[in-house]
């Protein structure tokens, strides 16, 4: 019988809940094959079996938090005896403290829950294939039901979900997507039925008033607690001030066009902060009680939306890779965060940070330095905007760059100086 173990994910893990089994009891399981899903304080992590065999015993239910290396499940042949369970707690149970107090599990509560079909609106879980494919056909992924793991929409529930809809032409598609009306439930008028924006527009005005939703309690997650705790210490502790530019980003528009594969303007914003912080090392710094360490390498974080929260995955060494390396990465990075499958050692150790909301149609915000990080940079969307040249009038790509810093480490010239140099490497290119 092999004793499956909530495995060490990183030095600075020490505890982990599970979010959900990916096996149920008396299933076959390969060595190898993803047997859970766990959630750290930072990320959900998808853990493997350390053997083959049947799925005989889970120990530990859902949403239970137990140290690292704890006995979680044994794994055996289908008709192998279990042994004693009393040795893992109480006839099997998890004992855990949360809020101050033990709480006792019994062996029933720790039966995974069938893998049915939901909403992705209460799983908060779209596969990434799946999301491009409902924003291509702009659909709204939180009203399909998912067929995978935990509810998890797939790209096959989105196909579906489209064609039950029936024909409709792509302005009507847009406007329910923004409007966050399900248009398989929208009447056509056009020819053979086909879904009009006008009938859109219709199905909005005649919809029937909904009753305010009832207030709820929604419990704490180990990801909210440690955002929560880290941003109001960083706020705190850290005196903030904030310098803002606009960049012109017609040259990098241009060059990004010569370029055989597409980074995205944040990968750009991002090789070019790597260039300035290698010119002003003081602002890629840390602050000490004794002393300002000036970091050497520029290991450069940038966050990630998720559905339980935010996390930032980080690019090692970024003063040493070139535009398309970090591209490359940030890549990697990402759709490793969004499918739960970062390591610890992936969003730990940045030294500056990047947040974009450009996507989200921001064009200016300021954003809590990511500690330990002596300043956090905040991108906007690159607008055309009417500018003028040399007494002229002209319509340029801009975006508006925001600096936030701790002023026990960078006085507001230091961050001037170096805003002025991103803007000129961004505005000329130089990358």
Not at 81 to 108: I, M, N, R, Y
Not at 237 to 244: D, G, I
Request: proline share 6%; aromatic share 4%.
């Amino acid at each position: 019988m092999h004793e499956v173990k909530l495995p060490q994910l990183g030095q600075s893990v020490e505890e982990a809940s599970i979010v959900r089994w990916l096996k149920s009891e008396g299933d076959s399981v390969a060595k190898g094959e993803p047997l859970l899903a766990v959630q750290t304080d930072k990320a959900e992590i998808e853990c493997e079996s350390p053997a083959s065999g049947t799925l005989r015993k889970i120990l530990v239910a859902t949403d239970i938090i137990v140290p690292v290396m704890t006995v979680i499940a044994l794994v055996g042949g289908p008709d192998e005896a279990l042994p004693d369970l009393a040795k893992f707690g109480t006839g099997g149970s998890s004992v855990t403290k949360q809020d101050g107090a033990p709480k006792e599990h019994t062996p029933e509560a720790a039966t995974p829950l069938p893998h049915s079909p939901m909403s992705a609106a209460s799983a908060g879980a779209v596969s990434p294939r799946a999301r491009r494919r409902a924003d291509a056909l702009h659909l709204d992924p939180g009203v399909i039901a998912g067929s995978g793991v935990g509810g998890r929409v797939m790209e096959a529930d989105v196909l579906s979900h489209a064609e039950s809809a029936g024909p409709a032409s792509p302005t009507a598609k847009r406007t329910a997507q923004q409007s966050g009306i399900d248009i398989s439930t929208v009447a056509g008028s056009g020819p053979r039925g086909k879904i009009m924006k006008k009938d859109v527009a219709a199905s909005k005005i005649a919809a029937v008033p909904v009753p305010a939703r009832e207030s709820r309690r929604v419990a704490l997650t180990p990801m909210r607690k440690i955002i929560a705790k880290r941003m109001a210490d960083s706020k705190f502790t850290a005196p903030h001030y904030y310098v803002t530019i606009e960049v012109d980003m017609a040259n990098a528009v241009q060059l990004r066009k010569t370029l055989a594969w597409k980074p995205s303007y944040n990968d750009i914003v991002m090789r070019a902060t790597a260039v300035a912080l290698q010119q002003f090392p003081g602002v890629n710094a840390r602050w000490h009680d004794d002393a300002i360490e000036e970091v050497g390498a520029v290991n450069l974080g940038f966050a990630v939306a998720l559905p339980t929260g935010l996390i930032v995955p980080v690019v090692r060494d970024a003063q040493a890779k070139s535009l398309q390396e970090i591209s490359v990465d940030c890549k990697a990075l990402t759709e490793r965060a969004r499918t739960g499958k970062l390591l610890p050692d992936d969003y730990a150790g940045n030294t500056f940070t990047i947040s974009n909301l450009g996507g989200f149609g921001v064009d200016h915000f300021t954003a809590i330095i990511n500690q330990p990080d002596s300043a956090i940079l905040a991108v906007g969307q690159m607008k055309d905007r009417v500018v003028v040249i040399e007494g002229g009038m002209h319509i340029r790509p801009i975006m508006k760059l925001t600096l936030s810093s701790d002023h026990r480490v960078i006085d507001g010239a230091l961050a001037a100086q170096f805003m002025g140099h991103l803007k000129e490497l961004l505005e000329q290119a130089q990358l």
